[in-house]
């Protein structure tokens, strides 16, 4: 176990330390966040319902003075804390081949991403392992609490205490206790929210706040759905894991009678229906992949089983997609990417690269940008909001240059133009007026095709489409 863990630090910690706050732009908003909250001196959410401990933990970090370098340190801690209930599990016999499956979960490209950088899957999901590894050591009370914990850094962990009870149910505790511990995980999670309640009330929406129709929404989420294995691994372990199911109960099994494949196919359950509600990011099944890993360590036998984590790991090498065209003109198109690892490394050097040059680029005219404000504000302070806040502009303190997201009101193109703006998007965000149907941009806006041209130097990396 002490080697895994080694492992685990040994991939995680040069991320963590050196290629700044993750690729995920939530990660920016986060650290945003902490300092907004440190200025204020009360709760602010980041983004929809707020993931309170986690943002406060931000706050933490920026009140230290600590940068992306310490923040991320949570994460990685939080990963070892998740092997180390791995390893209590495989102790107590959830595992039939334990070694394969703590490797596997551990060096999963999505586990080791955000095991690096400021994100609260890992911090949620170190709590749902050891409140998993706690059932089994018949303390369902420490359980519920653990998952109550949860909730304060990932709302969404409170579905946990759903597996939480099928396992209890399955294994003989009775109704009544497995009511007690959906209670306690219950108001354990209302605690550890609340200061997003008490600020904000109960949240009605979460969806993204760009309107994409129907149909867009499905290939979207079919897409990512295919990107939380991979493509080609989704195509053989997801059929492989029906027939396998198919096989043991045609077989004679109740495999409704193993609390632990009754868990393991709750968390799958919960979490798929929890992502056809928004999805929008492979990420959100994260919360599901142990449980993946672990069912098919109970289903498969013990070659298959390597092969299918060997299968999984094959991401870091390599990853058909069937993603073609450019941002805002997407078609069907077989190809062969990087592996996945590579990939985030490289836009956490292009986000860096940006931030750089956008630091130093001072125009001669007004000029909006619109991509990159979300990761130039953290811990940057050349930068600050523009005092119109109708225009939700980041703007160079001592220069010309804004930053935002894609204008879509004409009010606001008027504006900025009466306002002698030189506005420019880059082409690589041409999706976001692809997905609204929004034509008005087009009388506005100046579109560029390369970043190193606009800013006048090279942007190192690549970001991530």
């Not at 309170?52 to 706050?59: D, K, N, T």
């Not at 009370?141 to 850094?153: E, R, S």
């Not at 109970?298 to 298959?304: D, E, I, K, S």
């Not at 008005?440 to 190192?460: A, M, N």
């Amino acid at each position: 176990m002490r080697l895994i863990v080694l492992l685990w630090l040994l991939l995680t910690l040069p991320m963590a330390l050196f290629l700044g706050y993750g690729s995920d732009p939530d990660a920016w908003i986060m650290a945003h966040t902490g300092e907004r909250m440190l200025e204020a001196g009360r709760y602010i959410s980041s983004r929809t319902t707020g993931f309170p401990l986690m943002e406060g933990w931000m706050a933490l970090a920026a009140w230290l003075g600590g940068g992306a370098a310490l923040s991320n340190l949570l994460s990685v801690f939080s990963g070892v804390m998740l092997l180390l209930g791995l390893g209590q599990l495989a102790r107590g016999g959830a595992f039939r081949h334990p070694l394969a499956v703590i490797l596997t979960i551990a060096l999963m490209p999505m586990m080791l991403k955000n095991g690096a950088s400021s994100m609260d899957y890992l911090p949620a999901m170190a709590l749902m392992t050891w409140a998993y590894a706690k059932l089994r050591d018949d303390q369902p009370y420490v359980a519920a609490l653990l998952i109550g914990a949860a909730c304060g850094f990932r709302p969404t962990s409170g579905l946990y205490a759903l597996p939480a009870m099928a396992w209890i149910l399955v294994q003989g505790g009775g109704f009544k206790l497995a009511m007690r511990v959906f209670l306690i995980a219950f108001f354990t999670g209302m605690a550890a929210f609340s200061p997003s309640l008490y600020t904000y009330g109960i949240p009605l929406s979460v969806t993204s706040d760009i309107p994409l129709a129907a149909k867009k929404l499905i290939l979207i989420g079919g897409y990512h759905f295919l990107n939380f294995l991979g493509h080609a691994q989704s195509l053989i372990v997801w059929p492989l894991l029906a027939w396998l199911l198919w096989r043991r109960r045609a077989a004679g099994e109740k495999l409704s009678a193993n609390p632990d494949v009754a868990l393991h196919l709750t968390v799958i359950a919960s979490w798929l229906l929890l992502y056809m509600l928004s999805p929008l990011e492979p990420e959100y099944l994260i919360p599901m992949l142990p449980s993946l890993i672990m069912l098919l360590d109970q289903l498969a036998t013990g070659r298959a089983f390597v092969a299918l984590c060997a299968l999984l790991l094959f991401n870091h090498v390599g990853n058909i997609d069937t993603l073609g065209g450019v941002s805002g003109h997407r078609y069907v198109e077989l190809s062969l990417k990087p592996g996945y690892l590579y990939r985030d490394i490289q836009d956490r050097r292009f986000k860096l690269s940006f931030r750089a040059a956008a630091n130093a680029y001072h125009p001669q005219q007004p000029t909006l940008l619109m991509y990159g404000d979300l990761w130039m504000a953290p811990h940057n302070p050349a930068w600050r909001k523009h005092p119109d806040g109708d225009l939700k502009m980041l703007c160079q303190v001592d220069g010309k240059l804004c930053l935002r997201r894609p204008v879509q009101e004409r009010e606001h193109f008027e504006k900025l133009k009466q306002m002698g703006y030189r506005m420019v998007l880059w082409s690589g965000r041409n999706w976001e007026y692809a997905a609204t149907g929004n034509t008005i941009w087009r009388e506005y806006v100046e579109v560029v095709d390369s970043l190193d041209d606009f800013f006048g130097r090279p942007i190192v990396g690549r970001p991530i489409q």
